[in-house]
């Protein structure tokens, strides 16, 4: 038997490109949440707080795994990428304010960058429903 696909949106998440990837997709229960950022077409929601920017990716991978049926204690894995590790105790404060009891398995990575100008963190997700 093959697993059974479906592909996720929610109204306040920028969609992605079309043709290109889905911003999540469900796959046998669980939800695998594509890298969730502040920026989009009218700019960076947040500017150059990383804080600001952690929250707003954060709430928008949450978003996606709500649409799919779950919500953020429903969360197992998230990876986090941000590009200056000196800054990470504002990733650990957005963090802090999502998940309360539940503590999901994390990887947390510096990079060098990410597709638009300013971005400061990147943030993907793995739940089970």
Known sequence: MGAHFRTVSAPDVPAPPPGVFSNAIVAD????????????PDGIVGGPSML??????????VALVEAA??????IVKLTIYVTDMDRRAEVSTARKEVFTDHLPASTFLQVS???QDGLLVEVDAIAHL
């Open 113 to 115: 960058g990410f597709i």
């Open 52 to 61: 600001a920017q952690t929250r707003e990716a954060l709430r928008r991978a």
């Open 69 to 74: 049926g779950g919500s953020a204690d429903r």
């Open 29 to 40: 229960n669980v939800v695998y949440v594509s890298g969730m950022h502040a920026g989009g």
